[in-house]
């Protein structure tokens, strides 16, 4: 299992030259295997994802954690949903009241964009993810609902033995302290994965002005995945704010709190071999 990091940063992009070595594209990461991709988040990343793997016939399937426009806005510069009867599943959170194409042609019709979801050339199929595990190709994916605004998910994918959990939008710090794995959001999903991507977007001190923003400090996401046994941690969703140099500073301080794993910090371009 492979995974990339195509777009690092959140809430809104933020490219320029105090954030190139970590990136300015919003959320995404791809996840393949032999026989599959799974892209996750549909951030400004995953315009250049989606011409890397333009030819690749394998399947596709796009998980969404949210609809953000952070994490919603590279859908229509996505190559395959371009390319004539191509099959494209996306999958994103349930919801009570309305289904995820009515929502997302939110997004993709006019005024906010010139194309609509039922003019796009290739076969989308869009679905609730299921709460309950399920199979996409040779991968078992789990998601849950995670404490973020609005309805969120988290995803756990496996493949082979191996696991990457994805919580780019996470606050498990809301309720308290972190510290009951079984009170804990995202815990399930985190719980011994090979590999962690975690919110990581303030420092302490940006957290305590914004609790309930829905997002988490660096000390919290090294809490947390030291609560899950979670091997790697990778720090994401870097605040817009942050540059070059503060991610490295936050870097340090997230690899000195560890406890039971090591943490890096995503970058465009990083891969990791599972």
Same mark, same amino acid.
């Given at each position: 299992?492979?995974?990339?990091?195509?777009?690092?940063?959140?809430?809104?992009?933020?490219?320029?030259?105090?954030?190139?070595?970590?990136?300015?594209?919003?959320?995404?990461?791809?996840?393949?295997?032999?026989?599959?991709?799974?892209?996750?988040?549909?951030?400004?990343?995953?315009?250049?994802?989606?011409?890397?793997?333009?030819?690749?016939?394998?399947?596709?399937?796009?998980?969404?954690?949210?609809?953000?426009?952070?994490?919603?806005?590279?859908?229509?510069?996505? !190559?395959? +949903?371009?390319? &004539?009867?191509? %099959? *494209?599943? #996306?999958?994103?959170? =349930?919801?009570?009241?309305?289904?995820?194409?009515?929502?997302?042609? !939110?997004? +993709?019709?006019? &005024?906010?964009? %010139? *194309?609509? #979801?039922?003019?796009? =050339?290739?076969?989308?199929?869009?679905?609730?993810?299921?709460?309950?595990?399920?199979?996409?190709?040779?991968?078992?994916?789990?998601?849950?609902?995670?404490?973020?605004?609005?309805?969120?998910?988290?995803?756990?994918?496996?493949?082979?033995?191996?696991?990457?959990?994805?919580?780019?939008?996470?606050?498990?710090?809301?309720?308290?302290?972190?510290?009951?794995?079984?009170?804990?959001?995202?815990?399930?999903?985190?719980?011994?994965?090979?590999?962690?991507?975690?919110?990581?977007?303030?420092?302490?001190?940006?957290?305590?002005?914004?609790?309930?923003?829905?997002?988490?400090?660096?000390?919290?996401?090294?809490?947390?995945?030291?609560?899950?046994?979670?091997?790697?941690?990778?720090?994401?969703?870097?605040?817009?704010?942050?540059?070059?140099?503060?991610?490295?500073?936050?870097?340090?301080?997230?690899?000195?709190?560890?406890?039971?794993?090591?943490?890096?910090?995503?970058?465009?371009?990083?891969?990791?071999?599972?």
């Amino acid at each position: 299992m492979k995974v990339t990091v195509w777009g690092s940063r959140g809430s809104i992009s933020s490219a320029g030259p105090d954030t190139v070595r970590y990136g300015g594209n919003t959320a995404c990461v791809s996840v393949e295997t032999d026989a599959a991709i799974c892209f996750l988040d549909a951030g400004s990343g995953l315009r250049r994802a989606g011409n890397a793997f333009a030819d690749d016939p394998r399947p596709v399937h796009l998980l969404l954690t949210h609809l953000h426009m952070d994490h919603i806005q590279g859908l229509g510069f996505f !190559r395959p +949903l371009f390319q &004539p009867a191509r %099959p *494209v599943h #996306i999958w994103g959170p =349930p919801s009570t009241t309305q289904d995820l194409r009515t929502r997302l042609t !939110r997004y +993709l019709s006019p &005024p906010l964009f %010139p *194309v609509r #979801i039922r003019d796009l =050339p290739a076969r989308a199929e869009l679905h609730d993810a299921p709460l309950d595990p399920w199979a996409i190709e040779t991968f078992e994916v789990r998601s849950a609902m995670v404490i973020h605004p609005g309805p969120t998910l988290g995803y756990r994918i496996s493949a082979a033995g191996r696991s990457v959990a994805y919580l780019p939008d996470h606050e498990p710090a809301l309720g308290g302290r972190i510290e009951l794995a079984e009170w804990t959001s995202g815990h399930g999903l985190a719980a011994g994965a090979d590999v962690l991507i975690h919110d990581a977007q303030y420092t302490r001190d940006e957290y305590e002005e914004r609790p309930g923003y829905g997002h988490s400090s660096i000390e919290h996401a090294a809490q947390f995945a030291d609560l899950a046994g979670a091997a790697q941690l990778v720090l994401f969703h870097h605040a817009p704010e942050h540059d070059d140099d503060e991610v490295d500073r936050l870097l340090v301080r997230a690899q000195s709190l560890r406890r039971r794993g090591t943490a890096d910090a995503a970058r465009e371009g990083l891969s990791i071999e599972l």
